[in-house]
């Protein structure tokens, strides 16, 4: 536990004094809902290699509200003519004290068409720990061009360790200019969704 | 285990169906996107090229291949970025053809370095860059 902790502050000091601010990148607000929370995230993006934020959710698991500082980091990323591929670190530690935390790790590689992704995340909060899992892929049915209304046609496979079974369902992705959502559902776990706004 | 075959199969039906209308060309003989700079076509959406000279005078044209430009949200910083140059009269993103369109004033000299730390900065990586003079 100690080292975890450890390695969560000593990851989040690295992101934040080893790049100065030497962009001024973007904003996200973000909106969360699903079986396990119900957030909102605002974070910004100093360099393209990290962004940090504070998420404020009413947590379903251990029925209590409080606040994530959170630290997202680039790992890896490869850019080619077609596609993108990232590795990405993320971690949290709650306004009510280290040992209520979360980390892990999720990666993606997308072209136009076609989107692959996977995540792994451990809830730390002494009454309820846990860690979810999820696997997604997507297609676009069609291609749209800068400035134009996309869509994506998703699966999600996602497992959590306080449920039994994985939680399949199909998920729906739109977004125009600086706004996404994304909403899915499943038997398992319900409403899943998400919207998100950049500026 | 029958709804996810569902699913996939739907999505491969769409995604059939879109990937149909990808093989529509365009024809713009004569247009200035046809022009051959050292050598290279000028491999740009016509359309969209055509869209973007319009009001433009006394400009140069930067066309900036990008490496990683798949979607419209990677490509909001780019442009964020480049409004932000004063030097900067126009842009645009095509993202069709992983292009990034960047007009300046005939008088301004085009720095391709700055250019490629510009959108390193964003995340993604330019390859190399024509200029066109209209």
Request: hydrophobic fraction near 35%; proline fraction near 2%.
């Amino acid at each position: 536990m100690g080292i975890r902790v450890i390695l969560i502050i000593g990851l989040a000091s690295f992101g934040l004094d080893a790049r100065p601010i030497s962009y001024s990148g973007g904003s996200t607000l973000m909106g969360h809902s699903n079986n396990m929370k119900d957030s909102f995230y605002y974070h910004y993006s100093p360099s393209y290699k990290y962004s940090i934020g504070i998420e404020s959710l009413d947590d379903k698991v251990i029925g209590d509200s409080y606040s994530y500082t959170r630290l997202t980091y680039l790992i890896n990323r490869k850019n080619t003519e077609l596609s993108q591929r990232n590795l990405y670190f993320q971690s949290g530690i709650s306004t009510t004290g280290l040992n209520n935390n979360f980390y892990g790790v999720h990666g993606d590689w997308e072209t136009r068409r076609f989107f692959v992704g996977f995540g792994f995340k451990q809830v730390e909060n002494q009454i309820n720990d846990y860690e979810e899992k999820y696997i997604q892929m997507g297609i676009a049915p069609y291609l749209g061009e800068y400035g134009d209304f996309h869509t994506w046609l998703m699966f999600k496979a996602k497992k959590n360790s306080l449920d039994k079974e994985w939680s399949n369902y199909p998920v729906l992705k739109f977004f125009k200019g600086n706004v996404l959502i994304e909403f899915g559902y499943s038997d398992v776990s319900e409403w899943d969704t998400h919207l998100m706004y950049r500026f | 285990m029958r709804k996810i075959l569902t699913i996939l199969l739907a999505l491969i039906s769409l995604w059939s169906a879109a990937n149909s209308s990808d093989t529509d060309h365009h024809s713009h003989e004569g247009h200035i996107h046809e022009k051959m700079i050292d050598g290279k076509k000028l491999a740009v959406d016509p359309d969209r090229f055509d869209k973007f000279l319009v009001g433009l005078e006394d400009a140069q044209v930067a066309i900036v291949n990008v490496q990683g430009m798949v979607c419209d949200f990677c490509a909001r910083g780019i442009e964020k970025t480049f409004k932000k140059d004063e030097k900067v009269k126009k842009i645009d993103v095509d993202l069709s053809k992983g292009k990034v369109l960047i007009a300046y004033s005939l008088n301004e000299e085009i720095d391709f370095n700055d250019i490629k730390e510009k959108i390193v900065m964003n995340g993604q990586n330019a390859i190399d860059m024509q200029v066109v003079s209209l």
